[in-house]
């Protein structure tokens, strides 16, 4: 099945409104009242939490642009200035979770907020995120899969034969996480519990469709992607059995004294 979406939504001669940035825009928007909306319900200071949309909106795309530059220096150290041309594309999503963290992590302190339950007001919008901009991949034709005998194998613009839609098996995927986040925070144990279960799932599944990624291999079976997915799930599975014996140790020691 042929798919050739025209990725320009607004042709105004020199200036060209793209579907992808369109997107990206609106998955920012919506991941901003979504963030405030949940914080609130933790507990978070809703002024504070606004005052880290800038600087983490900025974390979100520098860091995405350094990601995908060191996994291409070798091309990037050849052609320095295209760094910098961040509008010919070229994110990659551990370099944007990876700086968005650090940043994250050093504000909310300084804001006086507390860091996990901010981590859990933003789940919701890691699956936002990847809905929208996956959906932009798939307008711009980018980040298919292999070639695929499925019947719903697509012919991407510059192929010839049909590929894996990567993109929307990840907006598939995506699209169950947000429902069980959703579900999760009404079950919500402790501070972080819904913010690491996210990056468990999200890090398992992109581990399992980079299978499909026709990219080049690190090591015999594993990408550098699926590696730095496997990181990433491994260590949230720690943190997230820290947190829980954390929580449980501190719920002991509040009825023990409670009988004092």
Same mark, same amino acid.
């Given at each position: ?165 990567? /993109?929307?098996?990840? =907006?598939? +995927?995506? !699209?169950?996480? #947000?429902? @069980?986040? $959703? ?5 919500? *144990? ?35 992607? /699926?590696?730095?997915? =496997?990181? +990433?799930? !491994?260590?949230? #599975?720690? @943190?997230? $059995? ?5 929580? *449980? ?12």
């Amino acid at each position: 099945m042929p798919v050739n979406i025209d990725p320009v939504l607004i042709d105004l001669g020199p200036l060209s409104i793209r579907w992808y940035g369109v997107l990206v825009t609106a998955a920012l928007l919506i991941s901003m009242f979504v963030t405030e909306y949940y914080a609130k319900k933790l507990g978070q200071d809703p002024d504070k939490v606004a005052d880290l949309y800038v600087p983490m909106i900025l974390a979100i795309i520098i860091g995405a642009r350094l990601g995908h530059v060191v996994t291409n220096w070798e091309y990037y150290s050849q052609n320095p200035l295209d760094i910098f041309r961040i509008y010919k594309g070229g994110l990659a999503s551990h370099g944007a979770f990876i700086l968005t963290v650090i940043v994250g992590v050093f504000l909310s302190r300084r804001k006086g907020l507390d860091t996990w339950s901010l981590a859990d007001a933003i789940a919701p919008c890691i699956a936002i995120g990847h809905i929208f901009v996956r959906l932009g991949n798939f307008i711009n034709g980018e980040l298919y899969g292999s070639s695929t005998n499925l019947p719903w194998g697509i012919v991407f613009p510059g192929t010839y034969t049909p590929r894996h839609p990567l /993109q929307l098996y990840e =907006i598939i +995927t995506s !699209v169950i996480l #947000l429902g @069980l986040i $959703i579900g999760l925070f009404h079950r919500r *144990r402790f501070p972080g519990q819904v913010f690491l279960l996210t990056m468990i799932y999200v890090s398992v599944v992109r581990a399992l469709l980079d299978i499909l990624r026709p990219e080049f291999r690190v090591t015999q079976y594993l990408s550098l992607g /699926q590696i730095a997915s =496997i990181t +990433t799930a !491994v260590v949230a #599975l720690i @943190l997230l $059995i820290f947190q829980k014996r954390k929580h *449980r140790l501190r719920s002991n020691l509040g009825k023990e004294a409670d009988h004092v």
